[in-house]
């Protein structure tokens, strides 16, 4: 059985700064891919970042330039860097990994709560 634990949210003003930390446990013979979505309220989810098998990045349009996604040495450990926060950034962040062979399995973190305050 796969588990991820995410930590690192919480409330910030705009301008600042967060980091979240996603560990993913179990057996995950082959991680596709690790990426961080958010959901606002009242809006769908969106793909904040993500991080490939090789290390390619991608990023929301909205987030680029200022969040970076980038995985532990074990790789199984997935982080997002957040600098310049605004307040539309505010969102539940959950953590998603895809491992497997084929188009994977998905594993999903329980989410961690990003407010930042104007």
């Known amino acids: 059985q796969v588990s991820l634990v995410e930590s690192g949210g919480g409330l910030v003003q705009a301008g600042g700064s967060l980091r979240l930390s996603c560990a993913a446990n179990?057996?995950?013979?082959?991680?596709?891919?690790m990426n961080w979505y958010r959901r606002a309220p009242g809006k769908q989810r969106e793909l904040v970042a993500a991080i490939s098998r090789i290390g390619s990045t991608h990023y929301g349009n909205s987030v680029k330039g200022r969040f970076t996604i980038s995985r532990g040495n074990a790789n199984n450990t997935v982080y997002l860097q957040m600098n310049s926060l605004k307040p539309e950034d505010t969102a539940v962040y959950s953590c998603?990994?895809?491992?497997?062979?084929?188009?994977?399995?998905?594993?999903w973190g329980q989410g961690t709560q990003v407010t930042v305050s104007s």
């Open positions: 179990g057996n995950m013979f082959s991680i596709n891919a």
């Open positions: 998603n990994v895809n491992y497997g062979i084929g188009r994977g399995i998905d594993a």
